[in-house]
């Protein structure tokens, strides 16, 4: 709140206080500067803009005994006799333009990658351009967790050596006394130990080499899972490839059975991995949704193979999207792309924003998964586990990552 520098961020733990922060700063704010002045607050989504940003600025306005108006269809709080709050996503950060404002601040800005977030800032710093009382001018405060850790933007502007006129302010999750007694303990239960470090501590963490999987969070007691008996529905998701060659990316598919109010809420059923021609994908699929409709009669699941087939909407994935429209009166069982902002996440980013589900005990692996062996590049394994549980951060795969990407994506589609 009384920062004078020019950048100040509080990079803390979850529920750390770090967004009360950021909207008491630009309440403080315009109290200093007076009428006349805009500010602005960013989120990384519109969802987080009308869920907890403004909301909350119409709390803390409020509790101060100020009059204010509120355009929920243009996202902006407009408090009587000072100025407007103007709240936008930086989703699209090309789309931050075409107003003013005095100060800013920018809420999670470490949730998203690194080229995304550099942009995003500058887009933001531009806006900034009011003349204003504040002693350094014209200021954007930041409040984050470090999703990221030490391969982010905000630790290459705020970590051990911040840049001239970012100040850093270091905020924990254990150092806020109105959480409820066990959300430190649920957290902890959630995360490995280096990632919890991470978002419990605040700290910026070196994530490079850190294991986001184990093989023993998919196993009840170091046994796979048995075949549901009954659950809800099943579905499978497709990463695909058109070349073939040792060296080229194959089609990945894998199964999931879902249950949400009883038992395991995500099983994995089967899997395939293989190298397919273009032109044979059309005549491959087939054979998902046939499987699909095994497993769901295996399984019992009361609304069948309902969920379909979940495919990336890239290279030969959008042929394959294609070809089920057109031709939906022969393979007869719905194809859905995987949503955009998921889709465009990195592998990293995916696989730390499920991780939580997975370590949890929320995913686990059926016998028949985890006891199939297959030959793919000439080599003989459990595709799927090695992919999973091999994965790091930071390390690039020497062998593919094909059925990690339908591991991440089944999951993110059914549990979030």
Not at 154 to 161: I, L, P, R, S
Request: glycine share 10%; charged share 25%; with cysteine.
């Amino acid at each position: 709140m009384f920062s004078k520098a020019k950048f100040p961020a509080i990079v803390g733990g979850l529920g750390s206080g770090k967004s009360w922060g950021g909207i008491a700063r630009i309440c403080k704010l315009m109290l200093d500067e007076g009428r006349g002045k805009n500010y602005a607050y960013y989120f990384p989504t519109y969802d987080l803009v009308k869920l907890r940003g403004i909301p909350g600025m119409i709390d803390e306005i409020a509790s101060m005994g100020l009059k204010h108006k509120v355009n929920m269809q243009m996202s902006i709080v407009s408090v009587i006799g000072y100025g407007d709050i103007i709240f936008r996503s930086y989703d699209r950060p090309e789309k931050i333009i075409a107003y003013e404002v005095a100060h800013s601040v920018v809420d999670e800005l470490d949730t998203i990658g690194y080229e995304k977030a550099k942009f995003s800032w500058r887009k933001v710093v531009e806006r900034n351009r009011q003349p204003c009382k504040h002693p350094s001018g014209n200021s954007v405060g930041c409040v984050t967790t470090p999703d990221r850790g030490k391969k982010g933007y905000v630790y290459e502007k705020w970590g051990d050596n911040p840049q001239s006129g970012y100040e850093l302010i270091k905020a924990s999750t254990y150092d806020n006394p109105f959480l409820p007694d066990d959300y430190i303990a649920n957290i902890s239960a959630n995360y490995n130990p280096t990632l919890a470090r991470l978002f419990l501590e605040g700290e910026f963490v070196n994530l490079d080499g850190a294991a986001i999987f184990s093989e023993e969070s998919l196993l009840i007691n170091d046994t796979p899972a048995p075949i549901p008996e009954y659950i809800d529905g099943v579905f499978a998701v497709i990463d695909s490839a058109i070349k073939t060659g040792s060296k080229n990316d194959g089609t990945a598919v894998t199964y999931f059975g879902e249950s949400k109010y009883h038992g395991i809420p995500l099983t994995i059923l089967d899997w395939e991995i293989r190298q397919i021609d273009a032109a044979h994908l059309e005549h491959w699929l087939p054979s998902v949704f046939e499987n699909l409709e095994r497993l769901a009669s295996l399984t019992k699941a009361r609304h069948g193979a309902s969920g379909g087939v979940y495919i990336e909407d890239k290279a030969s994935g959008s042929i394959l999207l294609q070809q089920s429209k057109t031709k939906s009166h022969l393979f007869g069982m719905k194809t859905t792309a995987i949503k955009g902002d998921l889709t465009a996440l990195g592998k990293e980013e995916r696989a730390m924003k499920v991780s939580s589900h997975v370590f949890r005990g929320s995913v686990k692996i059926t016998e028949p998964a985890f006891n199939k062996v297959t030959t793919y590049k000439g080599r003989t394994r459990n595709h799927l586990l090695n992919e999973v549980t091999s994965f790091s951060i930071g390390a690039q795969s020497k062998e593919g990552d094909d059925l990690l990407d339908t591991f991440t994506y089944g999951i993110a589609i059914s549990l979030g």
